[in-house]
């Protein structure tokens, strides 16, 4: 996402995963981004209306990197996108409920204390629909290209723009882990390279 986000675009980035995964994968660039996030109650709260206020205060396109939860948490923010011309791509990280929790150690019980039901909470909401309702345009992205080409795309229109990237939210946690295993060994390296240097 922020690889294709132009230089001084606005990138509002939800809670939970999206966060993180910027925290862990966005590299440092040369052109600029002015990056925004906002901590709700419970941690999702008005994200999306945070953004397309962020987005109207800029004449930069403007991207927010959200999960399904957080999103579908403030479809009423959505209204104001069929009044005013505002320009935002809604990228939707969708692993059909609360991903974030399968990092718990609460997940590894998830028979015994009804996991799925109370944490992980699985909408089964067809996001297209929604976009629909809004009268906004759609686009369900299955990999990294069709996501960055999406992007491009939507970040030429005027309006709000709706990029669906549904993942399950077990792969998502194992990618995760696996970047982060990937990202320490890297750190240890170099820093395995400095104590050799100095030695």
Known sequence: VAR???????LFSSNSMSIRLLDLAMATRAPSL??????????????????LGGAASSDQPAILLTGDLAFLHDLSGLLIARRES??????????????IFSF?????????????????????????????????????????????????ESIKRVGVSIVHAPLGAEENAARFRAAVARGSEAVASIDV????ATS
């Open 4 to 10: 294709v986000a132009p230089a001084g675009s606005l």
């Open 34 to 51: 002015r990056v925004l996030c906002n901590r709700g109650a419970s941690g999702i709260d008005g994200v999306t209306s945070s953004a």
């Open 86 to 99: 505002i320009r935002l791509t809604i990228v939707v990280i969708d692993d059909n409920g609360g991903g």
């Open 104 to 152: 718990l150690p609460i997940a590894a019980q998830a028979e015994e204390v009804g996991f799925n039901t109370l944490f992980h909470t699985p909408h089964d909401l067809d996001l297209q629909r929604i976009a629909g309702l809004f009268e906004l345009d759609y686009c369900a992205v299955r990999d990294v290209e069709t996501l960055e080409r999406a992007i491009t």
């Open 193 to 196: 390279g400095r104590e050799g």
